[in-house]
């Protein structure tokens, strides 16, 4: 494959790491072998995929479902910014989930959050009296 030819494609594994939505190329590998990727609505099991500009990738990434379309294919995995310009995102918008609505009920404590500090505990029974 000749040099020109190569930078218009690129490994699907390679290109989710390059754009950093991924942390890893392990994990992006693992992301794509699960077989929950698909490219161009097809179904892709293995990491060696090759896409290109223009192609569209649909997979759950920390439950929640991204719709992403490749702008450009990546030379190196550089800053923040430079991998942002190598995709679009065509996700739909977050729905607020029943947890987001009970985060703003003051009886509601993250798991984890420790014992209540006294004006939280006081700001509780006001609400458990009410």
Request: glycine share 6%.
């Amino acid at each position: 494959m000749s040099e020109a030819g190569q930078s218009e494609r690129q490994r699907v594994d390679k290109w989710l790491w390059f754009s950093r939505i991924v942390k890893t190329r392990t994990r992006a590998s693992e992301l794509v072998s699960t077989g929950k990727l698909r490219v161009n609505k097809l179904k892709v099991s293995k990491p060696s995929h090759v896409v290109q500009a223009g192609d569209v990738l649909t997979f759950t990434h920390f439950q929640r479902l991204r719709v992403i379309q490749i702008v450009a294919i990546g030379a190196r995995r550089g800053p923040a910014p430079e991998a942002q310009a190598l995709y679009e995102d065509l996700s739909p918008p977050e729905e607020k989930s029943s947890d987001e609505a009970r985060s703003n009920d003051p009886g509601h404590r993250e798991s984890g959050a420790g014992r209540p500090t006294k004006k939280e505990r006081r700001d509780i029974e006001r609400w458990l009296k009410a």
